[in-house]
């Protein structure tokens, strides 16, 4: 599991995490941090558009087809190659420890913002 760099908190998420998983998370940043050396890990700005974009067509269910629509961002997405849907046969177990983690987070709330 990757996480975004940044959190003020992110103790608290690295032990919970191993805590429910037995692996120490990895964490990245999203964006490129030149007078640090740091260069932006790209899949984290993917996945946050992708979200986003999967969140705005659920506001669509039950719409007829011919009144929904798909954002700019949507069609850049579907041009990287890849399902967004494959999952290894680990997979199902990872989505469950995804869901406890959240679980916990909801439960749990970091204290504070995260830093931008």
Sequence with gaps: MVFE???ADKGT???AVKEM??????????????DKG???FTPLQASDIL???????TQDLGRPIDEVTFRFPYYQLEKIPGD?????AEGAE???TALKVFKYFNDNPLGGGTVQ
Excluded: C, H, N, W
Aim: hydrophobic share 35%; charged share 35%.
């Design 5 to 7: 760099d940044g959190d």
């Design 13 to 15: 998420l690295i032990r």
């Design 21 to 34: 998983t037995g692996r120490t998370p990895s964490f990245e940043s999203k964006k490129d941090i030149p």
């Design 38 to 40: 740091i260069a932006g």
């Design 51 to 57: 979200a986003y974009e999967a969140q705005k067509q």
């Design 84 to 88: 967004v849907r494959v999952l290894k």
């Design 94 to 96: 990872l989505m469950d």
